[in-house]
């Protein structure tokens, strides 16, 4: 890639969001996509614990998301990109250095009033020294282990652009909405290493419409900056 944060910026500037987050050092996760194929499956306000250890300094702000402000995300929900997991319910070797993590998810409305919002969600995982670094390995082989495909309840995972700390994956899954016939639908993650902590922003889209990769490589990059307040 260009850098390490994919300087792409984005099309014209983000409108107002809404803001999900949850907090947990050992985030579930789930085999099955059935639950995630549609990103209004998991609904905001649910509880969930917070974490003292990673500051809310550190996540995107209002003013990178547009004013947006947070609301817990159900423990489990999303989990395929909490971090990434292409190989289910798999644990990471890397996934007991991780100390503390977090991941919130905004509803971002489109370009022009009225239109059809995106789910983007954002991960962030603090490790012990040296766990970032193998924990982004550990992401990149399962990546190549478990590219998934587009049966009913699968993912298929792509390497979009990939370089020593960074990368972005297109997420693929077929999807049917009412009575039409099922679509691919794609989705976009970026994946960071930044110093002790692994950092992924996904756009979800909505039901049956792509997600943005032009809006990932926009807050991947702030994303970036946000965490590396974390000591």
């Not at 995106?118 to 550990?138: C, I, K, N, P, W």
Request: a negative charge; charged letters at 20%; hydrophobic letters at 40%.
């Amino acid at each position: 890639m260009q850098s390490k944060s994919m300087r792409i910026a984005a099309s014209a500037g983000l409108l107002c969001v809404s803001m999900t987050a949850c907090t947990t050092a050992d985030p579930a996760v789930t085999t099955s996509a059935a639950t995630e194929s549609s990103p209004v499956a998991a609904t905001s306000g649910a509880s969930a614990a917070t974490t003292d250890g990673i500051p809310a300094s550190a996540l995107l702000q209002p003013a990178d998301v547009g004013g947006a402000q947070a609301e817990p995300l159900e423990r489990g929900d999303f989990a395929h990109v909490r971090p990434l997991r292409p190989c289910g319910a798999d644990r990471y070797p890397s996934d007991g250095s991780r100390t503390d993590a977090v991941a919130v998810r905004y509803a971002v409305p489109g370009a022009q009033e009225a239109s059809t919002p995106s789910v983007v969600v954002e991960f962030l995982g603090r490790h012990e020294s040296g766990g970032a670094a193998e924990q982004f390995r550990d992401i990149g082989a399962a990546l190549k282990r478990c590219p998934g495909g587009l049966g009913e309840g699968q993912h298929k995972w792509e390497i979009v652009e990939s370089d020593g700390d960074s990368m972005l994956i297109r997420i693929g899954q077929r999807f049917a909405y009412a009575d039409e016939e099922p679509a691919t639908v794609n989705h976009y993650a970026a994946l960071s290493r930044v110093n002790d902590a692994v950092v992924v922003v996904a756009d979800l889209g909505w039901e049956n419409i792509d997600g943005s990769e032009q809006l990932v490589r926009d807050l991947i990059k702030k994303a970036e900056q946000r965490a590396a307040s974390l000591t």
